[in-house]
């Protein structure tokens, strides 16, 4: 999906009618994401079920399983969450993505305090993969980008207090492995290499854990979103932009945050 032309707020509306239901038509910064091409993304609308569809029409959804809950409130307005217990809630997706010169993970999250030991936000098992990865209260751990020649361990994704939410963004093409946090670059590795994957194909994706039992996520998870390119530095500090006015607990009004999406799709047709 493309958009090629700057939208105005009634536009923005009568697309957003257009694209799948699970996504708010006000919810500017699900569009924002869709202009950028992602091959997944999981806005966690699902209220009942075993499924986490994915709502860019490529047909990736996953399937939860373990203890969780759906329909918690989100980090946006109007957005849902899951609740992951922390020993077997996961949602696993079909080995779709990856195997490319170029990826992008980004997730909002909020943990719960005190937890022992690294905890997955996305997570792969294979070769060649991704594992993005929450600090426990003390900061260790490692998050980890596997390449096909060798791997680099980029900045922990922090802990946070039950209500707070962060996004966070990790992003790899050869030279350029950067990692984001709420916007702002925190990391950066030029390690070059020819291919990235997060995993096999037997083995799949996991949302909220690594493999089939390993780092079990404990809190909340939302808007995971899974590209084969790198965004820029600027793609990601312009998606944060656009979801400011949503943020919870203070969401902006429509005219806001129609208004972010129109300076974020302008900045996109002038590259």
């Known amino acids: 999906m493309h958009f090629k032309q700057v939208l105005g707020a009634a536009s923005l509306m009568t697309m957003a009618a257009l694209l799948p239901s699970q996504l708010s038509a006000t919810n500017a910064y699900d569009l924002a994401v869709l202009a950028l091409n992602p091959v997944a993304y999981y806005t966690f609308s699902n209220l009942t079920g075993t499924t986490i569809s994915d709502v860019t029409g490529n047909g990736h959804d996953g399937t939860i399983s373990g203890g969780y809950t759906l329909g918690v409130a989100g980090p946006l307005a109007g957005a849902t969450g899951a609740t ?22 980004i997730a909002w999250y909020q943990t719960v305090p005190g937890v022992t030991g690294p905890r997955a936000i996305v ?137 972010a999406l129109v300076g974020f799709l302008a900045f996109r047709r002038g590259r």
Do not use: C
């Open 84 to 105: 992951f217990n922390g020993s077997d809630a996961v949602v696993v997706v079909p080995g779709v993505w990856g195997g490319t010169p170029a990826i992008t993970v």
């Open 123 to 259: 997570g792969g098992n294979g070769v060649e993969y991704v594992n993005l990865q929450t600090a426990t209260a003390s900061g260790s751990g490692s998050s980890g980008v596997f390449t096909d020649t060798g791997s680099v361990s980029p900045t922990l994704a922090p802990a946070t207090t039950p209500t707070g939410w962060h996004m966070v963004v990790l992003s790899a093409t050869s030279g350029a492995i950067d990692e984001y946090i709420d916007g702002v670059q925190v990391y950066s590795n030029a390690k070059t290499f020819n291919t990235v994957a997060p995993t096999l194909a037997a083995n799949g994706v996991h949302i909220g854990g690594v493999g089939n039992t390993l780092r079990r996520f404990d809190g909340t998870i939302s808007d995971v979103a899974l590209f084969n390119t790198a965004l820029s530095a600027t793609d990601v500090s312009n998606l944060y932009t656009v979801a400011g006015p949503l943020i919870t607990p203070e969401p902006a009004s429509g005219a806001l945050a129609a208004a």
